[in-house]
């Protein structure tokens, strides 16, 4: 066997595996069509280089797997979560805020006060996580519990604290994939972006 043979061999079975995740009514439709795109990817005439390509067919297995995934996100739908789970999740976030805050502490005793390096340090760091939060914030699509600007006050004076719980119990994750609510149902048979 050749080395095209085993590197397509390897992502047939990467796109396999990866339309087991998908729906039942777009699973067979999907492989066949990834699977098809193969040889047109190892036989490219306008890569010269074959492990180019073998890289590339590679690369295109492990995009059809984020795809596979995307595409079983955005089919379940935005996960609902119970009081138990929004309970168990603001404990989470709580405790997360303590160990920073005594992991804070820690290094500020550990290091003489006139050294500013680990206050500058956890200044990068807390401002690094309030943009992380505000930036999360501004791609999802709702929250819950208090309106969005809410969250982002909250987020931005109450570092790490409003970040931590945000992300632990004000963030909705909606679907993230190429479809989402009717729209996937009507166009199930299309081509993938």
Same mark, same amino acid.
């Given at each position: 066997?050749?080395?095209?043979?085993i590197v397509?061999?390897?992502?047939?079975?990467? /796109?396999? $595996?990866?339309?087991?995740?998908l !729906?039942d009514?777009?699973?067979? @439709?999907?492989?066949r @069509?990834?699977?098809?795109e193969?040889?047109?990817?190892?036989?490219?005439?306008?890569?010269r280089f074959?492990?180019?390509?073998?890289? $590339?067919?590679?690369?295109?297995?492990?995009?059809?797997?984020r795809?596979?995934?995307?595409?079983? $996100?955005a089919?379940?739908?935005?996960?609902?979560?119970?009081?138990?789970a929004?309970?168990?999740?603001?404990?989470?976030?709580?405790?997360? %805020?303590?160990?920073?805050?005594?992991?804070? /502490?820690?290094?500020?005793?550990?290091?003489?006060p006139?050294?500013? *390096?680990?206050?500058?340090?956890l200044?990068v760091?807390g401002?690094?996580?309030?943009?992380?939060?505000?930036t999360?914030?501004?791609?999802?699509?709702?929250?819950?519990?208090?309106?969005k *600007?809410? *969250?982002?006050v909250?987020?931005?004076?109450s570092?790490?604290l409003g970040? /931590?719980? %945000?992300?632990?119990?004000? $963030?909705v994750?909606?679907?993230?994939?190429? *479809?989402?609510?009717q729209?996937?149902?009507a166009?199930?048979?299309? !081509?993938?972006?």
């Open positions: 066997m050749t080395a095209g043979g397509q061999r390897i992502a047939v079975y990467l /796109i396999r $595996r990866a339309c087991r995740h !729906p009514d777009i699973r067979d @439709e999907r492989c @069509e990834w699977t098809s193969l040889p047109a990817i190892l036989h490219d005439p306008a890569a074959v492990p180019l390509r073998f890289a $590339r067919a590679l690369f295109f297995a492990a995009d059809a797997g795809s596979a995934r995307s595409l079983r $996100r089919a379940r739908g935005p996960v609902i979560l119970t009081r138990a929004l309970i168990l999740r603001l404990i989470a976030g709580v405790s997360i %805020y303590l160990s920073v805050v005594a992991l804070t /502490i820690a290094l500020i005793t550990l290091f003489h006139h050294n500013a *390096w680990p206050l500058a340090l200044f760091a401002a690094g996580f309030v943009t992380l939060c505000l999360s914030l501004a791609r999802t699509a709702q929250v819950r519990f208090l309106p *600007w809410g *969250w982002a909250f987020c931005a004076v570092v790490p970040g /931590i719980i %945000y992300l632990s119990i004000g $963030r994750r909606a679907p993230s994939g190429p *479809w989402s609510g729209a996937r149902h166009d199930a048979s299309g !081509p993938l972006p």
